[in-house]
């Protein structure tokens, strides 16, 4: 029971990882497929990553799969679309803003889903939790208002705010359709919702492009090898986002989810030579008082 207990935030913090990894492939991807090309990686070739995932666990334990009700599909629809917003205007950032920076402003996510979640799924918010996410958001905020750093202006900044409230209705979505299934074996209802969201999102984005930007289709192709490697990663960190969902709050998960922002200091400072800064690391400290506080809560 003890273990089960902390399964949700050993997920957490997996699909943290694999998430950096992610962003960081498709940060460059932009620079040759574009915004929505780039975003539209994580899905297309994301997706035969999740149905094997889905595969393996049929196979593997012989449970069948989940008849979802009609309440299932608006939930998963806001969470599959919201998350190709999300991802399209996180990229936008990026292209704007320091890959460190444009993660601290979309992580100011977690204060929006802990409303979100009340409003929309009942998620109960304590004083004591919500200071944990004040403190942990407030860390990603000292980063991101460093001296000198509105360089280009609001407009990144607003972008990457916007984009964070996206994943906030994106994780309250899923969340929502994970539920609905009331499933006994929780990863069936995560893995099982994670391949719809992805077919939905995959289907809709490959039209797209191909009645408004063909030659990306062409392009994407052209950059495969790349852009499995980012599709994997997407799927890996989604599968145990997932996972994470259906055995907590989404206000929890995207709190301990800020370690994130940690990860993204040693992608940014070894992959991409940026170093970091006294205000970044005293903006890190607070993280990671926030998260320590997060987890004393939860046991």
């Not at 149905?51 to 799969?65: A, D, K, Q, R, S």
């Not at 009700?69 to 950032?93: E, H, K, R, S, Y």
């Not at 920076?101 to 929006?112: F, L």
């Not at 997932?242 to 940690?262: G, H, K, N, Y």
Request: glycine share 10%; aromatic share 12%; charged share 10%.
């Amino acid at each position: 029971m003890i273990l089960a207990g902390w399964l949700w935030a050993v997920f957490t913090v997996v699909a943290a990882f694999f998430q950096t990894l992610r962003n960081a492939m498709q940060r460059e991807l932009t620079r040759t497929l574009g915004t929505v090309g780039a975003t539209h990686v994580r899905f297309l070739f994301g997706f035969p990553f999740a149905l094997i995932f889905l595969v393996g666990l049929i196979v593997g334990t012989n449970v069948p799969l989940p008849r979802p009700g009609p309440m299932f599909w608006p939930w998963v629809i806001d969470g599959a679309f919201a998350q190709i917003a999300a991802t399209a205007t996180m990229l936008m950032a990026m292209g704007e803003r320091s890959f460190v920076v444009t993660i601290a402003y979309i992580k100011t996510e977690p204060i929006q889903v802990a409303i979100f979640g009340l409003i929309f799924l009942g998620d109960a918010v304590s004083w004591p939790l919500m200071s944990a996410i004040i403190v942990a958001t407030a860390g990603v905020l000292i980063m991101s208002t460093k001296p000198g750093g509105m360089v280009g202006g609001i407009k990144p900044t607003l972008i990457g705010l916007f984009s964070g409230g996206l994943f906030a209705l994106s994780a309250i979505g899923y969340r929502g359709a994970i539920l609905d299934l009331h499933l006994p074996n929780f990863v069936m209802a995560a893995t099982f919702t994670l391949v719809v969201g992805l077919v939905m999102q995959a289907i809709v984005l490959t039209l797209y492009l191909l009645l408004r930007q063909p030659g990306v289709i062409v392009t994407i192709a052209q950059s495969w090898k790349r852009s499995l490697f980012a599709g994997f990663m997407g799927a890996l960190a989604s599968q145990f986002w997932f996972l994470a969902f259906a055995l907590a709050t989404a206000a929890s998960v995207r709190t301990l989810a800020l370690i994130e922002v940690l990860f993204a200091q040693l992608v940014a400072r070894y992959a991409f030579g940026q170093k970091t800064t006294p205000r970044e690391a005293i903006g890190m400290v607070f993280v990671v008082a926030g998260v320590v506080l997060l987890i004393f809560l939860e046991h």
